[in-house]
């Protein structure tokens, strides 16, 4: 697969882990079989959910990701960019990364236009953070928005940098709801409270 394809993983290990008694499928669903099990169910149902995660190519992460935080510890923005500050889940340490924060409603948010990245993850565990721009540093406390809240975030997202993430997306600033409620579970956001 060429670089900056789509990963699929496993969401934490399993999503979603179903028991079921052990059955005899050669009968019928619900009536007790040979040896007292039930017919017509799985001994052991497991299903596992995709996490899209969008890796960045070679370019971005060593060169244009790092010219974009060089720019943000002088305090120059890139199309409103920052950057993200969140303690990594399993390190302790902070992790930064180049992000696009913007406000609708008066309220901040993030949005994940790669999938599931690191830095979702860190947030997720921390639930707080902080935007950095220059010597200016907000500290916040996120709440992750849920899917059916996240459609005026996406198009105001695309309005504003289709331009940087349509080839993660699959879509355009001209998508229709329909087209960006399909893609909307795979990229989570973050409605930001800053203290």
Excluded at 10 to 32: K, N, Q, T, W
Excluded at 126 to 151: C, I, M, N, Y
């Amino acid at each position: 697969m060429a670089a900056g394809s789509l990963f699929l993983g496993l969401r934490g290990l399993l999503d979603f882990v179903s028991l079921h008694d052990e059955c005899d499928s050669r009968h019928a669903p619900g009536v007790p079989g040979p040896h007292g099990r039930k017919r017509g169910c799985s001994s052991l149902h497991i299903e596992m959910s995709e996490v899209v995660y969008h890796e960045p190519d070679w370019f971005t992460r060593n060169i244009f990701n790092l010219l974009v935080a060089g720019l943000h510890r002088v305090g120059i923005s890139v199309q409103g960019s920052q950057t993200l500050a969140v303690r990594g889940r399993k390190s302790g340490e902070m992790r930064t990364n180049p992000v696009n924060p913007f406000e609708l409603d008066g309220r901040t948010y993030l949005l994940a236009p790669r999938g599931t990245t690191q830095w979702v993850r860190n947030m997720r565990a921390a639930g707080e953070g902080e935007l950095r721009s220059g010597r200016k540093v907000r500290h916040f406390h996120a709440t992750e928005v849920p899917d059916s809240e996240k459609l005026p975030l996406m198009r105001l997202y695309m309005d504003k940098w289709s331009w940087e993430v349509k080839g993660f997306l699959g879509i355009d600033a001209k998508a229709s709801d329909e087209e960006i409620e399909r893609i909307l579970p795979d990229h989570p956001a973050f409605a930001l409270t800053f203290d």
